[in-house]
């Protein structure tokens, strides 16, 4: 009979890690289950059953939860908690024992040998977890190339909205570029004004940082079908890379991504555009657009960096309603655009 490796669990704590054979073994559990029934009222018959107590020391983990761990479930990101992976008790949430698991990466099951050996998964066991194998698991490109062939040439103003942006993300001036079709359907699907502008499955948004002319580096987002947004990054010779330029320390794929595009802070110059902000600390801070752009009452109807509803930062819908606006002045609006205007409310599209 093979030798397992048993450890007792009573309330909650560790007792002991014993080797004894598989009769042994059933044998221990029955006591287990038995001493549970008889005496324990704390919910320990799951922990029997292999769950590993989460800590990621912060007030509502469940969204970073269902982020981090719905990226190893199914291909294109899901539920981690109808996957039988994850499970909530008591405001506290645990990963299941992996027999429970389904269509889940297995490179999750190094999380879960980890955190059995720790007896929790601990903020920095889960960083150090998804560091090694997020990008693994959402299938990351290697190199940018890939996402030109599958976007298409996000340079091309026709097709894309492009925005140059310097702000707090990065100390290199960005041009960020997403598909006018995506911000279309984005806006297309809001009922009311107060409705969240969400992307489309699929969407992706590019992000190129400039020096000296050169793009030094890339960050893509791409909208998942589980309603998350999966991060990289690549380098200046357009490869996979881990890791963000930033001062003091540069920020990691995707552990230090959700800090700001999962928070609720505003950021300059987002905050007060159209109004213009001073200098920060890597110096000039700005959005770039055609004057026409700047339209004050679009940025108020929509709030969208205050909002942002489907955690992208930046102008997208204000920008490109703001265009609609011009059109419509020029009258070179479809008819499309003008029932869009219409419905947010934008006073030239009743003229
Ligand atoms: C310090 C806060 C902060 C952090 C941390 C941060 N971002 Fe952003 N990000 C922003 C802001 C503000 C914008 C909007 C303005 C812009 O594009 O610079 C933005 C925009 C973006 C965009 C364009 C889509 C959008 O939301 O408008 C991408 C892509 C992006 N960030 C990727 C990343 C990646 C990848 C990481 C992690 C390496 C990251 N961000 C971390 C603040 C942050």
Known sequence: MN??????T??????ATVTVDSATHSMLIWVVMIACIAGCSSPQAED?????PIRLERGD????????????????????????????????????HPSFW???????QQLYRDGLSAEEISKDLMDSFLMSSYYFARRAPQAIEVWRENLGDWTSLEKWLSIDVKGSMSPF???????RSAVLSALNQVEEIESPILYPVG??????????????????????????????AYDDEGQLVDRVQKQPDDMMVPIRCTGCHFGTRQYEPERSFPARVEDGPDGPRFIEVAEGLRNASIVSTLQEHAKRSDILLGLYGTIYLSEIAQRISRGEATSEEIGLAFKFGIESASQ
């Open 3 to 8: 030798p397992l490796l048993t450890r007792l």
């Open 10 to 15: 009573v309330a909650g704590r560790s007792l």
């Open 48 to 52: 029997i059953s292999g769950a590993i």
């Open 61 to 96: 983990p469940e969204r970073l939860l269902r982020f981090y761990v719905g990226s190893y479930v199914g291909e294109t990101g899901g539920d981690p908690v109808l996957a039988g992976v994850l499970e909530e008790r008591e405001n506290s949430w645990f990963l299941r």
């Open 102 to 108: 389904q269509e889940v990466d297995t490179s999750l």
């Open 173 to 179: 001036p960005r041009r960020v570029a997403i598909k």
């Open 203 to 232: 969407t992706a948004v590019i992000g190129e940082h400039f020096s000296n002319g050169f793009v030094v580096e890339t960050t893509i987002m791409q909208k998942r079908s589980d309603g998350f947004w999966d991060f990289f």
